[in-house]
């Protein structure tokens, strides 16, 4: 075999391999963007839980303080409507954080 036909060869291995590499690299790459996503979703659902807990708390406030309320029962209907928004955000946080699990495994 001639000498730039085992240079061809040896190139075209090469290229082979690389295109292999950046196969796999190209999966990896889109494999963390996918979890920075689901991570960054969390982190805005965990906001958005935090807040509706800050605004379950000044309703509770409000009808104690401003409204004179003796107690106060999760049927209430801002109550009840606030607990099941909360409800709701958790279920989607740990739907998220599941999904990050598979992602990791």
Do not use: C, H, W
């Amino acid at each position: 075999m001639a000498f730039t036909d085992r240079m061809k060869d040896l190139f075209d291995q090469g290229l082979t391999a690389s295109k292999g590499l950046a196969s796999k690299a190209g999966a990896k790459a889109q494999e963390l963007g996918e979890m920075g996503v689901l991570k960054f979703e969390v982190m805005q659902l965990e906001g958005q839980a935090q807040k509706l807990i800050g605004r379950l708390g000044n309703e509770v406030y409000n009808a104690f303080a401003d409204q004179g309320a003796e107690s106060i029962s999760a049927e209430s209907p801002e109550i009840k409507r606030l607990l099941e928004e909360i409800a709701g955000v958790r279920s989607a946080i740990e739907k998220r954080e599941a999904e990050l699990r598979v992602k990791r495994a």
